[in-house]
């Protein structure tokens, strides 16, 4: 063929739908990126972080014009079943429980024929359910934001509005689903903080983390210098250590230094015979006292005196 037909893409699973669901509202309530940008540029940025942060278990990237019909779809059901459910709230039905009500807005939904099968999307109920798209105030929106909801509505809700039977459900025949609670602009129709309100947030924020940045870094200093100290305090114990060990050893060391003197006597210089004589039997006993201490003494216990 000359030219090759584009395959239409696979069904989304209930896990796309969750993921694009997620990057929907991040975007969508972000107030720095979501506001004054055209709706190219939004569902751009849903492109973007959709393929770029999609689970291992999500294998295939996804168009942007892919992801916008499918959301369309998405909130053009969630709508509807949100517009079901306020009118239930609103009717306050004595006793009912949450299952009951969402029961009865099953019911009423499936009065419109584009949802007699049912509702599709329980998958994704809980997390768009209590977005600001489905507030109840739309007061709020700014004009910017209402051009957009003119010009970009989905598909569904360009449909007849269905009129809810009165024979079939006598007990809901004053209720018709609020197909107008919807509004697919890619933006929230509830005005999320604003601009400067974030710039302010942001800049707190920066603020304090600097302060923190500061005070971790003073800690930091801090345990510096007590390591520090902590080995000065280890240094000068080490250096008393070896100054008392030194003074030990020089009084160690003074009984065998007076002994030297003895020995190192010159016997001949003495005139006294009976002097010469105790000087002599001194020098014997010093003599036989070390020759009898280095035979039971261990190799080595007199390296380090000094000769003489």
Do not use: A, E, P, T
């Given at each position: 063929m000359a030219a090759t037909a584009r395959h239409r893409s696979t069904s989304y699973s209930h896990e796309e739908d969750k993921h694009l669901c997620h990057v929907y509202l991040d975007i969508s309530q972000n107030p720095i990126i979501s506001i004054n940008q055209s709706r190219d540029q939004f569902w751009s940025h849903i492109e973007a972080e959709y393929n770029s942060s999609k689970p291992v278990t999500i294998t295939q990237d996804r168009a942007k014009k892919?992801?916008?019909?499918?959301?369309?779809?998405i909130l053009s059901a969630i709508g509807k079943l949100r517009g079901c459910v306020r009118q239930i709230e609103n009717q306050n039905p004595s006793g009912a429980s949450q299952i009951d009500i969402l029961n009865r807005v099953k019911v009423l939904l499936e009065q419109d024929k584009k949802y007699d099968k049912g509702f599709k999307f329980d998958h994704v109920w809980e997390?768009?359910?209590d977005s600001e798209k489905?507030?109840?105030d739309h007061s709020n929106a700014t004009p910017y934001r209402q051009t957009q909801t003119s010009n970009f509505v989905s598909s569904q809700a360009n449909s007849p509005a269905t009129e809810s039977p009165t024979s079939a459900s006598p007990g809901l025949s004053s209720f018709s689903p609020d197909i107008n609670d919807l509004s697919v602009d890619g933006s929230s129709s509830q005005r999320p903080i604003g601009v400067k309100k974030a710039k302010e947030k942001r800049k707190v924020e920066e603020h304090t983390s600097a302060i923190i940045d500061t005070i971790k870094e003073e800690q930091r200093q801090v345990i510096e210098i007590l390591k520090k100290n902590s080995a000065d305090r280890q240094q000068n114990y080490e250096i008393q250590m070896l100054r008392a060990q030194n003074e030990k050893r020089k009084l160690d060391m003074a009984p065998y230094l007076a002994e030297n003197k003895i020995l190192i006597k010159d016997l001949n210089s003495i005139d006294d015979p009976i002097l010469r004589e105790h000087f002599r039997n001194e020098q014997l006993k010093i003599l036989q006292k070390r020759s009898t201490h280095d035979q039971a003494a261990p190799h080595g216990f007199h390296d380090d005196l000094p000769e003489y």
């Open positions: 892919s992801l916008q019909c499918r959301m369309q779809i997390i768009l359910k489905f507030g109840d």
